[in-house]
């Protein structure tokens, strides 16, 4: 194990985990890259030191300033955790539909948390808008503060283009047919799709994307359009944000939290991984894209972050019940 100066060299480098009964059931080696390892628990670590370290070297963003972030949490998470040892404030501003680990998670980091109402992009209160208003009106006001922007700040893919992708090729000494994951801002899927392309032309990227979110119908069709809905939090895009759009989509898929839900719930009681639900969509999606490529190849896909960051939710009996979704088996 590597001895580090600071907890931000101890992000990434992340383990690729072999998933046993998915690897069996398509004849693939389908494996995971456990994000959920990294300091601040989650992906979005990378994205978050990309983003401060890219700020710092344009000057946008000074010593003792504020880093001001509309996130779903992780990466609010991962943003604070930096922040911190670096000597930055961080101002979160996260939909109220979050889950309450994540915001105790925040608020023990010190960030200041704005909880606002979980409303459309299109109205001007959404949060990722609501966080952009905040930076200029500080900014305004004479601090130092800049606004991350990760949907549309493209620091965020090249995070992951130069450390996620790299390491998957080199873990897998470039033996890998196939990466695929979820979209939330669409860095994760830009980056390491891009990553893998350069090395490898002819592996297939593809996008998982959770019921609710516009991507899977725009890559089928063209047209942005969505239907349903999922408990998954993190993921589910409804526009193009500069990060998705420089995602090098082979194929699409579209799960349910039907189909994905059974997945995690038997990899907690059998492969002892309790992860977060994005993991649940991006592991249906491994199997499906597995499915597509047919057997005998690599899969990689993401394990986000961790289902303790979900008790109260995804592992919650009275919560699945009153959604009507499966329950694991040892919660029923
Ligand atoms: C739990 C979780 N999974 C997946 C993602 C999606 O990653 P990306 O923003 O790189 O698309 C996020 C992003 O916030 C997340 O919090």
Not at 12 to 19: A, H, Q
Not at 257 to 278: C, N, Q, V, Y
Not at 315 to 329: H, I, M, V, W
Request: with cysteine.
């Amino acid at each position: 194990m590597k001895v580090t100066e600071s907890v931000l060299d101890a992000i990434g480098d992340t383990p690729l985990i072999k998933l046993r009964a998915a690897s069996q059931a398509t004849g693939c080696a389908i494996y995971g890259k456990a994000e959920f390892m990294n300091p601040g628990g989650s992906v979005k670590d990378r994205a978050a030191l990309a983003i401060i370290r890219d700020a710092e070297a344009s000057g946008a963003l000074k010593p003792g300033g504020t880093i001001v972030e509309g996130t779903a949490g992780n990466t609010g998470i991962g943003l604070a955790l930096v922040a911190n040892a670096l000597g930055y404030r961080t101002v979160i501003v996260i939909p109220d539909t979050q889950s309450d680990e994540k915001k105790s998670m925040l608020r023990l980091q010190g960030a200041e948390l704005i909880e606002v109402p979980a409303v459309p992009y299109s109205n001007p209160d959404n949060y990722v808008k609501y966080s952009g208003r905040l930076a200029e009106e500080l900014a305004a006001k004479g601090q130092n503060a800049i606004w991350a922007n990760q949907f549309d700040n493209v620091a965020n893919l090249r995070g992951h283009e130069e450390t996620t992708g790299p390491e998957i090729y080199d873990q897998l000494g470039g033996r890998i047919d196939g990466f695929i994951c979820a979209a939330g801002t669409g860095g994760t899927l830009a980056g390491v799709g891009r990553a893998l392309k350069a090395r490898k032309p002819d592996v297939k990227i593809g996008l998982a994307d959770p019921m609710g979110a516009s991507l899977y119908s725009y890559y089928k069709t063209g047209e942005l359009k969505s239907s349903g809905s999922s408990i998954t939090e993190g993921i589910g895009q409804g526009r193009i944000t500069a990060n998705v759009a420089l995602a090098p989509v082979d194929f699409a898929y579209q799960i349910t939290d039907e189909e994905a839900l059974p997945i995690l719930f038997d990899l907690a009681a059998r492969e002892g991984l309790l992860l977060g639900g994005s993991s649940a969509i991006n592991i249906a999606g491994a199997i499906r894209l597995a499915r597509e490529l047919g057997p005998g190849k690599t899969i990689v896909t993401i394990l986000c972050d961790s289902g303790a960051r979900y008790a109260s939710k995804l592992y919650n009996p009275a919560f699945l019940r009153e959604k009507g979704l499966p329950l694991p088996a040892w919660l029923a």
